[in-house]
C-alpha cells in the first residue's frame, strides 16, 4: 500500500503558528484550506531521512513532532500552500 509522506496542515496565518485540536495533533488541510507543507522523517529510510543542520538548534526548528500521532516527526517545508479539490 502506498502511503503518502508528505502532507499539508492547518496553519493560522495571523499568529504565525500551526494549527493542532484538542489532542495536540496537528490538524490536516481540507479542500481550499491554507496549510504548511511537511515531510515524513524516518531515519531508518535514506529516502526520508534528514541530513541534520551542524547547528542542533536549527535542525530542532524545522522539526515538528506529535504530527498526526504521539512520537512522529515530520519535517517543516516553510512553504504555505493552497490545497486544490481532488478529483
Not at 495536540?24 to 535514506?46: A, N, R, T, W, Y
Request: proline share 2%; glycine share 6%; net charge neutral.
Amino acid at each position: 500500500m502506498l502511503q503518502c509522506h508528505v502532507k499539508q496542515v492547518k496553519y493560522d496565518i495571523d499568529n504565525d503558528v500551526i494549527m493542532r485540536d484538542a489532542n495536540g495533533l496537528c490538524i490536516p488541510c481540507k479542500d481550499g484550506e491554507i496549510g504548511e507543507l511537511v515531510g515524513l522523517v524516518d531515519h531508518s529510510d535514506p529516502l526520508r531521512n534528514f541530513a541534520e543542520y551542524t547547528d542542533n538548534a536549527a535542525t530542532e526548528r524545522k522539526f515538528l513532532r506529535n504530527v498526526f500521532k504521539k512520537g512522529d516527526v515530520w519535517y517543516r517545508t516553510g512553504d504555505l500552500l493552497r490545497k486544490d479539490k481532488v478529483r
